[in-house]
């Protein structure tokens, strides 16, 4: 027990440089979930987008039916409003000028294919927004005028603002509580990586350093305790250390999501969770074998956490990011936790035939942890029978 004795006052002596960084995940959970509330949207208001129709045409049914339902869906400007259209869009006087050449009318009816000559800001919404409008009401009033030839124009404008002026009622209730908790875990589990990144490479790697030291090590080879049975204490405490870990995580989840931590998804997300503290183990364990420096152990921790969780999505959602980010994080086992963490967001039954995506995930997570701990004992190895230098 002395053995374990001592692991535990090393974590108490550096518990500063522990605790920081469990304290700035705290601070990124609370805040993440607490900001998080979706907001309930109650009723929809049209926006009006500054518009001008310059019509060059005669005055007819169709050029006059076209400002009246502009002007009933935007912010129609008067044609002697817009002096220069140039100007106009530049200083956003007007977002979207429409021209009616002349001669359009009668094209139209003729079943050519006449086009308006339309100015506007590239790649602006509002554009997009104008031009759905006018296609909209000119495919009406064509479907009118090809389907009743012999009826008067009058009729197939009244027609076509009958229709286009038809609506839908949308109702738009308050959500699910349920989903909206679920989102609330996925931001909880996302920021819970950087945590368990953080924290274990941060203590572990401090923790192994400590028991390599020179002084450390000569004492203990001349121990009547075999060397075995001191790497059995040590990984002892690092099993302890990890549940600890594990165990405030699962306490502060509690806090901010209540019992949904505690259902079948809550249940699975942490099962995540502790196949990714494994990967986290294993990368404190690699990490232990080349960081030389006490003093360095910190920047390094932070650095590998900071880096791993961007690359693999922890930070910024899987579906932001392009797909060369992607293909570079999946080289990282913090891809894949937040994919697994993503996969039972969307999941609304857990059956095994529906969780193939989660389980592989979950399969790959252990795998960089078995590889993590083989390499790092490989290379402990390799510096015991003293063909690598001890930095």
């Known amino acids: 027990m002395k053995v374990f004795s001592t692991y535990l006052r090393i974590l108490n002596k550096h518990k500063g440089s522990i605790s920081l ?12 979930v607490k900001s998080s509330d979706i907001s309930q949207i109650t ?7 500054a518009v001008c129709v310059i019509n060059q045409d005669e005055d007819t049914v169709l050029s006059d039916g076209l400002k009246a339902y502009m002007n009933e869906h935007t912010e129609l400007l008067r044609e002697n409003e817009v002096t220069n259209i140039e100007d106009a869009l530049f200083f956003r006087q007007v977002e979207y000028v429409v021209i009616i050449p002349k001669g359009f009318y009668k094209d139209f009816l003729l079943g050519k294919k006449p086009k308006l000559e339309s100015y506007y800001v590239e790649n602006s919404y509002s554009a997009y927004c104008v031009e759905n409008l006018i296609n909209n009401y000119l495919s009406t009033f064509k479907n009118y005028a090809l389907s009743f030839p012999d009826a008067a124009p009058e009729t197939i404008i009244e027609n076509t603002k009958r229709d286009m002026e038809t609506e839908c009622n949308v109702s738009i209730g308050k959500g699910n509580e349920t989903n909206e908790m679920n989102g609330w875990m996925v931001t909880f589990f996302s920021c819970a990586a950087y945590a368990v990144l953080g924290v274990i490479t941060m203590g572990i790697t401090t923790v192994i350093k400590s028991f390599k030291q020179i002084d450390v090590k000569r004492r203990t080879l001349c121990s009547p305790v075999s060397y075995m049975k001191i790497n059995k204490k040590v990984w002892m405490g690092h099993g302890v250390f990890g549940l600890v870990v594990f165990g405030i995580l699962v306490l502060l989840g509690t806090v901010l999501l209540g019992k949904t931590v505690f259902s079948v998804k809550g249940l699975y997300q942490l099962l995540n969770l502790f196949a990714f503290e494994l990967c986290a183990m294993g990368i404190a364990t690699l990490m232990s074998q080349f960081v030389s420096n006490s003093s360095a152990i910190a920047a390094v921790s932070n650095t590998i ?12 959602p899987l579906e932001y990011m392009s797909s060369t980010a992607k293909t570079v994080g999946s080289f990282t086992p913090a891809y894949w936790y937040s994919k697994a963490t993503e ?3 969307e999941l609304s039954e857990f059956r095994l035939t529906l969780m193939g995506g989660y389980f592989k ?3 790959i997570e252990v795998g960089f942890a078995i590889a993590f701990f083989s390499i790092a004992l490989l290379v402990e190895k390799q510096k015991t029978m003293g063909k690598w230098k001890e930095a």
């Open 305 to 316: 956490s900071i880096c791993l969780c961007f690359l693999g999505g922890c930070f910024v």
């Open 21 to 32: 960084a469990m304290i700035i995940f705290v601070a990124m959970a609370v805040i993440s």
């Open 43 to 49: 009723e929809f208001q049209e926006e009006k987008i």
């Open 343 to 345: 996969n039972l967001y």
């Open 361 to 363: 995930c979950l399969a």
